[in-house]
């Protein structure tokens, strides 16, 4: 069906009484700055900018008790998990437009064009996150700043655009600062670059709009406008989810991920889904979900509470059994599926068992268990689990790609360093064994920074990048794991540019030796900073690898100190 269009005024105006949704499977806004500026380039310069893709239900379809969820535009990313429009008017005016919901229209939900009328509701409502300027002479865009804000060529996007008042201000400011004649042709320039800004509200934008009835040709029509997005069957699964069960990804996948970022997992909304899937079939592939689709509301549920309790048990289980915090050195958080279904189980592990799980998790995190063949090895993990003997039937599916009790190579720790997945053992194993602390606050040590967490440790370079390439080495090893301690304070700034033998003296034999710092000074030095490596990752590999024998044998990896 084609529709007139509708002027970017009139399209703020309907986002603002929350008649223009998004339904449940959109992603959420992902536009970064340089797009944004070319978006606002286009509109003022008329140039095409593609068309916005409407889907109105059927009332039969809006009047059902399966009527589509919906959440507003607008919000900025974190808003938008869990804003639904069939939530409370008192919430819906919190989370979205400025009024709550009008019911005087059908609702419209956006298929293609979310990215579009977010960025322009933002910028028209003075979001915070949204403010742009422009040049009065110049005819440039640029985010605003402290500076732009005080030179008055440099017009606020946002106040020419959200008010009718907005270039009467901007156009008495420009007279006023700069000392301008109304008939000055550099202010009569001005001045017609400004009302062109404005015609931008007036702008038509081509509208198209379709009217189907069955979700699945809705959420087809969706994947197949987004085919040239990362868009994959993940995504789909969401959709048809959105539809099977009613407010489950606005309400449970949303309050979820919002629990999951403040325990440090920034998950993603696929991945939840995948653990979903993993739980409620057994089986990880998307490819063929008839068996879950056939489920009711309340067996969808029950298997999500399940789902959701065997996170909550993993994350537990890597912050307390793993030591590590948060999930920033996962190489994949796919590694995190198989004990969610275990977990799901309610299986209690023994002490033994909780050893042996942790060598699991560490050896398929390490070497990768999941950088290919994604589906096919989560599949195998997965029956694994639904045996008799779980965690034994889940080692033994590990042994097949990993030899039992893995032994990590001197030559697999060359040019790793953190994201890798052996980094993975060094941060868990580093906190399973207990950081001395070299630099502590009372010696003038500083804390990680904040950006990363009280809880992290911080990672100091041995050798500088400068000190590497006059060695002759690589300076790029400066970030291998080989080249890095782990320290629950950074050096005083008075050791910022020290010599490695000068920060390494400062330690205790005791200290470099729960580094896995070789002892012998003559390496420390400069010159030396290519036999330090590979000396390093020697006694690296060898701690790895006795400490994943000790945790397949369900012993701890270290022995009590003392």
Known sequence: MVHPGLRVGDLVELIDHQEVLLPDFQRGYVWRRPQVLKFLDSLYRGYPIGQVLLWIPPQSVTDGDSAPQGRALGTSPSQQAGASIFASAERAEKIGGSRAPSRAAPPQFVLDGQQRLTTLYRILRGDEGAKVRFHAGDE???????????????????????????????LARLQKELKLAPDDAVFERFQANLQRMALVRERVLPVDVVRLADPEQVAELFVRINSGTPLRRAE??????????PGALVVRLGDALEEFVEAGFDFSAPFLMRSFVSVATGQASFSNL???WKLNDITLSKNWDKTHNGLRSTIAFIQEVARLPTGDDLPSANVLIPMT???????RLDAPQTQQLLYWFLVAGAFGRYGTNVEPR?????????TETPL??????LASSTPAPAVVPATELEGRGVGSGVYLLMASLMRLKGVQ???????GGRPPSPARGERDLVLQPIFSRKQLQESGADPELAEEMANLLLLPHRPPSKYAQAKPEEILARATPAQIKDQWV????????????????TARRVLLAKAFSVALESLHSGNAPFPPQG
């Not at 789909?236 to 069960?245: G, M, V």
């Not at 279904?341 to 299986?347: I, R, T, V, Y």
């Not at 012998?520 to 490596?533: C, D, N, Q, T, V």
């Open 140 to 170: 440039m865009f640029m985010t605003e700043t402290a500076a732009s804000g005080k030179d008055p060529l440099w017009v606020s996007v946002g106040d020419i655009l959200g008010s009718e008042r907005g270039l009467s201000k901007a």
């Open 236 to 245: 789909l699964a969401l959709a048809q989810l959105a539809w099977r069960w």
């Open 290 to 292: 008839e068996s879950l």
């Open 341 to 347: 279904a275990l977990f799901a189980k309610n299986l």
């Open 378 to 386: 989560l599949g195998e993990d997965l029956r694994a689990i639904y």
């Open 392 to 397: 034994k039937s889940l080692l033994d599916s």
């Open 437 to 443: 602390d070299w630099f502590p606050a009372s010696v």
């Open 518 to 533: 070789p002892e012998s000074k003559f390496l420390w030095m400069a010159p030396r900073a290519a036999e330090f490596l």
